[in-house]
């Protein structure tokens, strides 16, 4: 079995992304490479946070490596959290202490106006250093309070209008077709199954 490597220690991320790969793909992420180098997250787009996590982290293990780099737009905020979204309450950010902040900064933005957008991209780098992107978008609407168990971040404010609920309220198949990760990943299997494949047995 063909192994690659995900440049996270997210555990709700690389929950996601097993289901979505499947199970013919040996999975590892950094928590199995307790040595290898952390990646400061500085491009100003999420493209290029992920191409230069992607990037070190293969180096760094001689395996192809896909990482990708999330985050919320609110139109609203003009954008933000955007690439900041992990960190948007501060260096010790916890998930709880972001939605309070994104609460606190729309407590007087009118229902209509709270548009937001879950954006994610995807690079695929290769052993040998080449680079493959993929990008996706969810479009949404950020609620006055939380609603739903499943998920991670700002899952339980961001509601799918078209669903009537929000991302923290779907069965995790169902956020995993709808789900901007999940329309990037799906983009990027075909060109992971084509990088595994010049693997030498």
Not at 81 to 94: H, K, L, M, V
Not at 169 to 196: D, F, I, T, Y
């Amino acid at each position: 079995m063909k192994t690659l490597v995900i440049a996270t220690t997210n555990r709700g991320k690389l929950h996601e992304i097993l289901q979505i790969l499947g199970p013919d793909i040996c999975l590892k992420s950094l928590a199995d490479f307790p040595n290898a180098p952390e990646v400061i997250e500085d491009g100003d787009t999420f493209e290029a946070n992920a191409i230069k996590k992607a990037s070190i982290i293969a180096e760094h293990t001689g395996l192809p490596t896909l990482a990708d780099d999330s985050g919320l737009e609110v139109d609203a905020l003009n954008g933000a959290p955007g690439i900041y979204s992990a960190r948007f309450s501060g260096e010790n950010a916890t998930d709880s202490s972001n939605n309070t902040k994104l609460l606190c900064l729309l407590e007087n933005t009118p229902d209509d106006q709270r548009t937001a957008r879950f954006r994610c991209a995807i690079a695929i780098v290769s052993a040998d250093g080449t680079v493959q992107t993929t990008e996706a978008a969810w479009e949404g609407r950020i609620l006055r309070s939380p609603r739903g168990e499943h998920g991670f971040g700002y899952d339980p404010l961001f509601l799918i209008p078209d669903q009537n609920c929000t991302s923290a309220e779907l069965p995790p198949e169902q956020k995993n077709r709808l789900s901007h990760r999940g329309q990037a990943l799906r983009a990027a299997k075909p060109l992971l199954l084509n990088v595994l494949e010049q693997i030498p047995e």
